[in-house]
């Protein structure tokens, strides 16, 4: 019996074992295809990953490249521009000149006060004794040198005026824009409230506004009326912060700091160059002063250089070495910061 238990028993376990090789003969191929098909849904789903990743770094290249295009083309725009406005900064006409120095003349209103200027010096120097050749060059003098002298010294005045006040008037802006004020009000506070000459160049900024003109262009129109560099860069940094966008605060506010380190360097360099200047001056006036002091004391002895014709000659000679050497002085020591 028990013989027959054991016989039973491993014909069971035979048969158990025979028919899971036969149902793993049957399955194997159909387990190996499945394994083979997740491996390729695994290997599918990766790609597809990758190609998502790579997709979005594409994207992210060509973004960037297309933001960098365009602040290049900004830049190359501003550098055209600026080279178109740099002729009303160096070498402007006489009109522009009178704009820039705040004188609301016409051409012909200029040049007949010109000729007047020219014709009262020619006649002062007749009136004075003077040869008609003396009087001729009073009279060029004063109607193509004085008028044009003193509109670039205006201008130079103006200028001067406007470096003292802008710092403060972008402080102001900065100020405005980070308590929530947009910049167009922010310019228009500076129109109203400034003092001159910047309350004139952001109200031409107004202005141009009114008429159509956007604030970025109309910033860089500013160095047509207010020929500095500080004027020019305020137009450039709106140009650019309105194309690449940015924290307009931040920009002005460095830009504020900029200009006053630029002052703070001028008059660095001008106190030390005060000595060179003092020295020039003194070289410069020393013939003249030598020359009016001996007129003083011993007149017959200087007087041949105005009666005679070798004294004009070496008056004149005199004259253009030293015009040339007070130029060369002057050149040595005009510092630009």
Known sequence: MFGMDLTLLGFIVLAAASAGAVAYALLFNSLAEEKKAERRLETIRNAETDRNLARDARDRAAEAAKRRKSIQESLNDLDAKQKDRDRYIHRPPLKVQLR???????MRRFYVYSGVCGLSLALFALLAGAPLLAALGALLA???????????FLRKRRIKAFLEEFPNALDIIVRAVKSGLPLNDAVRM??????????TEFRRLVEAQHVGLPMADAALR????MP??????????IQIQSQAGGNLSEALGNLSRVLRERKKMKAKVQALSMEAKASAAIIGALPVVVAFLVFLTTPGYI???????????ILGVSAIWMSIGIFMMRQMINFEV
Request: net charge negative; with cysteine; glycine share 10%.
């Open 100 to 106: 820039q120095a705040g004188v609301e003349m016409s």
């Open 190 to 199: 500076i129109a109203s409230e400034s003092n001159e000459p910047v309350r």
């Open 142 to 152: 004063g109607t193509f040198g004085v008028p044009r002298w003193f509109v670039a």
């Open 303 to 313: 007087m041949p250089l105005f009666t005679t014709s070798v004294g004009h000659l």
């Open 228 to 237: 500095c560099a500080e004027a020019n860069f305020f137009g450039i940094v």
């Open 222 to 225: 500013m160095a047509e009326t």
